[in-house]
């Protein structure tokens, strides 16, 4: 799974999805007060924000948008 999107018409500025993120990846923004995605690449796939948000905002996809690096070490 991966965060897709946080749909800013549903999101109400709460920030617990930012708060529950522990791979830091959602932030809130200055200016709309609303929840972005700010570092999707480091999304933890954990689903927190998710399960979470209050209002359902939050776009998770059942499968991961990442490259899978394999290191042949």
């Known amino acids: 799974m991966s965060i897709e999107q946080i749909d800013p018409a549903k999101c109400i500025g709460c920030g617990t999805c930012a708060i529950s993120c522990p791979a830091d990846?959602?932030?809130?923004?200055?200016?709309?007060?609303?929840?972005?995605?700010?570092?999707?690449?480091?999304?933890?796939?954990?689903?927190?924000?998710?399960?979470?948000?209050?209002?359902?905002?939050i776009t998770v996809l059942p499968y991961n948008t990442s490259p899978?690096?394999?290191?042949w070490g």
């Not at 990846?25 to 480091?42: C, F, H, N, P, T």
């Not at 927190?48 to 209050?54: G, K, M, R, T, V």
């Not at 899978?68 to 290191?71: A, G, P």
Request: hydrophobic share 45%; net charge positive.
């Open 25 to 57: 990846v959602i932030r809130m923004d200055k200016e709309s007060k609303k929840a972005v995605i700010k570092y999707r690449e480091d999304c933890a796939l954990c689903c927190w924000c998710l399960a979470e948000c209050p209002v359902g905002a």
């Open 68 to 71: 899978l690096f394999i290191s």
